[in-house]
């Protein structure tokens, strides 16, 4: 094995946005509505509300689909990506990047899910998209399911719950590989796969009201098995559509400790960790792990497969391992302990960390230990794809934005993941969460802001949009021209 002193040569420096939480232009150009489009800022709301998961229901969707405006539906309105792409491009290129992980809107290309040929007008924006990423020498990386699905899907169907979303998922995704086979080389199945046990209706489209009563662990359960079986289906399709393509899974890493060393905080943050690299598992090994079916058992569980399904699993399963990562918690089998949010998520909370303004506990060191796991675990090419934190900017009088917390969040990050690769770890690239700042996914504020590059607008959507550099766009330039070399 090759020793590295630092990143590898060749290492893929980025940034990471959403289609939903960046494009807006949500009825134009005959795009449907998505699951995003009904997800409304609330104020009143605590942070701990959010990581609790705020719940949707039929009577909410149907208030949000009579109100068309986008004044309490901030991903309605994003950051204007569609119209300003160019502009944001040409700034993600001002900053050096190799790299760019982006979404396809599933409902821009079809904008039910279940029409018999695409909306040609959303696949040209795409391949604009790409073809400019290209000429700017931006690699793209694409994530084709990113808490985007089309409503009309999750109304008719329940979301994945049904096996027809399957075959409507499959349709959509080789529709893509054969419009951006010459464009695209690196794929993503769906965001945070993992996320369906705490946010269904934003990862799967299952709508809470719409499940059998007692039988919601079954109804996500089912979902996500379509969700697996559908990852295989395309992974199989992009190998044999786009020869030397690579597709990858992605994984929430929710990196969790034991809050002391009483062996039952130990089992119970064991089995939280456990859960946590479940989905994954299935994903690179090809099978659904033994205590994950023995769990799921308990439950009262019963997957209804297909005949086929398990050997679909195994025969295509991914060429790499991406990951989120923003922070870690721990866990205690005591009750009433301190708890902090994370992301879409509780823990209790470590006294030996910081926080940021949204309460997520911020761990340098996490990251690396994350990074040694996932690949002593899966022995695949790891890429980290979302990582940052968001924090209320102030602009000064000047129009100059002063970051420092941001980039000594990044700073020590990077000096971690430098000691990883030193230590074996095979890690082929980095894409920050976000590089411009956007719709946040869990309270679709603006004012939670991840970018080196601020947007002009506020969580009213007041503001002119204009884009302005911060001081870590400049600091995140200088890494990616020295590939990282002086961090310290």
């Known amino acids: 094995m090759s020793m590295h002193k630092g990143f590898p040569e060749n290492f893929m420096w980025g940034g990471a946005i959403a289609a939903n939480q960046v494009e807006g232009a949500w009825n134009v150009d005959g795009k449907g509505p998505s699951v995003a489009d009904v997800a409304s800022y609330k104020p009143h709301l605590s942070v701990e509300d959010y990581a609790g998961h705020v719940g949707i229901s039929t009577k909410m969707i149907e208030e949000a689909m009579a109100d068309l405006s986008d004044k309490d539906y901030p991903k309605r309105r994003g950051i204007d990506f569609y119209h300003r792409y160019k502009e944001d491009l040409a700034l993600f290129a001002e900053m050096g990047f190799k790299t760019l992980r982006v979404s396809i809107a599933w409902s821009r290309i079809f904008p039910t899910g279940e029409e018999e040929t695409p909306n040609e007008k959303g696949l040209r924006f795409y391949e604009n998209l790409f073809t400019e990423m290209r000429r700017l020498n931006i690699e793209p990386i694409v994530t084709l399911s990113h808490y985007e699905m089309p409503l009309a899907l999750s109304v008719k169907y329940n979301g994945w719950y049904e096996r027809k979303v399957v075959d409507n998922f499959v349709k959509f995704s080789r529709v893509c590989f054969d419009r951006y086979k010459n464009l695209v080389k690196y794929w993503l199945t769906f965001n945070e796969v993992d996320s369906i046990n705490r946010h269904p209706f934003t990862t799967a489209g299952i709508i809470p009201d719409r499940c059998p009563e007692g039988q919601e662990d079954q109804v996500v359960y089912q979902a996500l098995h379509h969700q697996l079986v559908a990852s295989a289906m395309v992974t199989k399709d992009c190998h044999e559509i786009i020869p030397g393509s690579q597709m990858g899974c992605m ?166 993941m430098k000691e990883a690769v030193e230590a074996g770890v095979d890690l082929f690239g980095y894409t920050s969460w976000a590089p411009i700042d956007l719709i946040s996914a869990s309270t679709s504020q603006m004012s939670k802001r991840y970018g080196f590059i601020y947007v002009d607008q506020d969580d009213l959507g007041n503001g002119t949009l204009e884009r302005s550099r911060k001081d870590s766009f400049y600091w995140y330039k200088k890494v990616i021209e020295t590939n990282g070399e002086d961090l310290e």
């Open 251 to 416: 994984l929430t890493k929710l990196t969790t400790y034991p809050n002391t060393c009483n062996p039952a905080d130990v089992e119970i943050t064991l089995q939280r960790n456990l859960n946590n690299y479940f989905y994954s598992d299935v994903q690179v090994f090809g099978e659904y792990p033994v205590l994950t079916l023995r769990m799921l058992e308990k439950k009262g569980v019963q997957i209804h497969m297909e005949p086929g399904d398990l050997e679909t699993l195994k025969a295509h399963t991914v060429d790499f391992v991406s990951f989120s990562y923003y922070m870690s918690l721990t866990e205690s089998a005591e009750a009433g302990k301190e708890r902090t949010a994370g992301n879409t998520i509780m823990g209790v909370k470590n006294p030996y960390l910081p926080s940021t303004d949204w309460g997520w506990q911020i761990d340098p060191i996490g990251l690396k230990i994350s990074l040694i796991e996932l690949y002593d675990r899966y022995r695949k090419p790891l890429i980290i794809v979302e990582n940052g934190m968001g924090a209320v900017d102030r602009v000064e009088s000047d129009g100059s934005i002063h970051d420092d917390y941001r980039i000594k969040y990044f700073r020590d990050h990077f000096i971690q």
